[in-house]
């Protein structure tokens, strides 16, 4: 398994990649079909931000669905325990739910797999595939755009909300097996979600603004 390293705002030291590696390598004990775990170590500079100041994010990819997990304290190797066993929970879950399936009767519920997370994810931006997007100004504009590519299957509502708790969104983007549309399905308050089906209709601009304007409402 290839663990691959990046740092924002900070510099990795030897020591502390060590320790980052010889954590990491149990992965494949829980989830030995994953090839690379990219790693992102970042570092907030805003002292009013202190608490939370040193970041680790890790996202699974290999052969099933995208893991990802993050966490934040005062000290990078609390923050690497903590994203570490966000992350080994949702492999084992992700793991029980395979077999679930193959052998043990009826696929696990959607409220049964989210009524174990500890506390709602954080995320200001999302990665996908463990791929980060690409950002450029739009046109003259000081306003810089990121975009980035979003490679799945169809599948179903339930399949896209076990999807959205393993990489730990707010939200999730797909496309509905039943329908063909693009979907996403969101975190409401609790334990309730939404769900948003795109139609597309050669009509005029300002009909599907207001349709848009309504949905948001």
Known sequence: MEIVV???HVEVKERYRQHLEEKLAKVPL???RIQRLDVVVSHE???RQSQVSER???TSVGKGPVVRAEAAADDPYV???RAYAKLSERLRRAHDRKCVRRGRGAP?????ATARLSEPPVDTEPTVDGVEGTTSPLEDSPVQIREKVHRTSPMSLEQALYEMELVGHDFYLYCDADTGQPSVVYRRRGWEYGVIHLEVQESGTEEVA???QAVAG
Not at 108 to 112: F, K, L, N, P, T
């Open 6 to 8: 990046t740092a924002r």
């Open 30 to 32: 829980i989830a030995p």
């Open 45 to 47: 500079p805003n002292p």
């Open 56 to 58: 680790v994010e890790i």
């Open 79 to 81: 923050a690497l325990d």
């Open 108 to 112: 696990e519920s959607v409220a049964q």
């Open 210 to 212: 207001g349709e848009q």
